[in-house]
């Protein structure tokens, strides 16, 4: 059986190749945090929808992020969620890989939806900077 948050993942990725960034921010807690890059950290709703909107003019508007392998580690209301991310766009000169081993962690919510408290597609690569 799948887990339900490779559906959720698969309907952020979908948000951001459409740059639909007000249905994006609402699947972020509202303390969240986005590595937007090694040296940069998006914090809260606002911080990151304005940090995709960056991001998409970097990648031209062409951005088509995907997930291939996955592990979902789940305790509780909390999750860790292990992910090979592919990064796909018209932009060819990034001097970051599209090719990442991303980590992020979500969170139930007292509905009991999963938003995504940490958001963090170059995973243990930010050790290396």
Known sequence: MEHELKEFIKK???AIQQEDFNTLKNYYTEDAILVVKPDMIARGKEEIKEAFIKIANYFNNTLVPTQGEMIILEAGDTALVISQTLI???KTDSKYSNDRRATYVFKKNSQGEWLCAIDNSYGTD???R
Request: glycine fraction near 0%; charged fraction near 20%; include cysteine.
């Open 12 to 14: 952020c990725d979908h």
């Open 88 to 90: 796909h766009a018209d």
């Open 126 to 128: 930010l050790i290396n």
